[in-house]
């Protein structure tokens, strides 16, 4: 049985549950993205900041991330993060690059991240 409030990789309407978790830096950033339409680059390198801070390319039906949902995952994810709201900012910042970099076809975002037996190299082609 799929649990209803799981998604496949982090949804933007979750990034209003972020706002309070971290401080001012963090919350401005929450604040900015908020509003803007899915599509925006802006809230695409947040999305994709959550994707791999949450881990949601190894996530899968039946997995404990995957039982509790997307909304708790992120939450624990960002409480726990370990670096300071600098670094935060500083990952969405490289997130918005690889974004840009996508949508002009300069390159593809998950290469580096996810294939382990050489599919890494089919998909950089």
Same mark, same amino acid.
């Given at each position: 049985m799929i649990a209803p409030k799981a998604e496949i990789i982090f949804p933007p309407k979750l990034i209003p549950h972020l706002?309070?978790?971290?401080?001012?830096?963090?919350?401005?950033?929450?604040?900015?993205?908020?509003?803007?339409?899915?599509?925006?680059?802006?809230?695409?390198?947040?999305?994709?900041?959550?994707?791999?801070l949450d881990g949601c390319l190894k996530c899968y039906a039946g997995s404990y991330k995957f039982m509790r949902g997307c909304q708790l995952c992120a939450v624990q994810t960002i409480?726990?993060?370990?670096?300071?709201?600098?670094? +935060? +900012?500083?990952?969405?910042?490289?997130?918005q690059v690889d974004i840009d970099d996508y949508l002009s076809g300069r390159r593809r975002v998950f290469t580096e991240s996810f294939a382990d037996d050489g599919e890494a190299d089919k998909l950089a082609a």
């Open positions: 706002r309070d978790l971290r401080g001012d830096e963090w919350r401005v950033l929450v604040d900015r993205v908020t509003p803007l339409s899915e599509m925006d680059p802006d809230s695409l390198a947040f999305s994709l900041l959550m994707i791999r409480t726990q993060y370990k670096g300071s709201d600098s670094q +935060l +900012l500083k990952e969405y910042q490289r997130a």
